[in-house]
């Protein structure tokens, strides 16, 4: 069974840091890998999306690298803003195609950016 | 607005009730699903419903029952409910045959007494 970790749990910065979130994936054979924020009661908003065969995805202040034989994908946000404060959760899709659409999720990254 | 509407929003039911969660899509996506978002565990999928085939966990217990009358449509049918069953429900949705995310409505946070 595919298993999704993200480290850390919950992070809190000053506005202007970079970051770094952590995603990591126990079965390489992905179709895709998904990056969504959750704000609080609400639901997902997809950020990014990188195909299996991509290393990367950016949009705006936001990049997601994948590495698909190591497991992993890490999402960067760059020069922080609160505005960015919610929860991070990486999603990975294993049937081609997503005929089934099934998504594994990891627990999330809840980050906190103060003024 | 994410295309995709969810009703109740909060829902507060005993345990021998029986209710009924509600979405709608107005994406024209061909593939609808549930996911059930507890304190405890990762987000997991309940059910899918795709080109009219059902999919389902099957860790779901059948307290749960899920209904699509149409491409558009999805509801999820409640009866006699425990208490760990308190979550924040949510829908989605999708084309199938293309690479793009699903989108997903605001949920419905239900509580059991």
């Known amino acids: 069974k595919q298993e999704v970790t993200q480290i850390p749990a919950a992070l809190s910065v000053p506005e202007g840091e970079n970051l770094v979130l952590n995603c990591s994936f126990t079965d390489s054979a992905i179709y895709n890998l998904q990056w969504f924020r959750q704000d609080p009661g609400k639901g997902l908003t997809s950020l990014l999306l990188?195909?299996?065969?991509?290393r990367e995805q950016t949009s705006g202040r936001l990049n997601a690298s994948l590495d698909k034989s190591s497991g992993r994908s890490t999402l960067y946000i760059a020069a922080s803003q609160p505005g960015d404060s919610a929860t991070y959760l990486c999603a990975v899709s294993r049937d081609r195609g997503s005929t089934l659409g099934r998504l594994y999720f990891g627990r999330g990254t809840q980050l906190t950016v103060w003024p | 607005e994410t295309g995709v509407t969810q009703t109740p929003r909060h829902l507060v039911m005993g345990m021998t009730n029986k209710k009924s969660l509600k979405c709608e899509q107005h994406?024209?996506?061909?593939?609808m699903y549930w996911y059930k978002q507890s304190a405890k565990k990762p987000l997991e999928l309940m059910f899918v419903y795709s080109l009219e085939e059902r999919v389902e966990n099957n860790s779901v217990p059948s307290r749960f029952s899920p209904e699509c009358p149409n491409s558009s449509h999805l509801f999820l049918h409640l009866h006699t409910l425990q208490p760990e069953d308190s979550a924040l429900y949510l829908c989605a949705s999708s084309q199938v045959g293309s690479n793009q995310p699903q989108h997903f409505g605001d949920g419905t946070r239900l509580s059991i007494l």
């Open positions: 994406l024209g996506h061909n593939a």
């Open positions: 990188i195909q299996s065969s991509q």
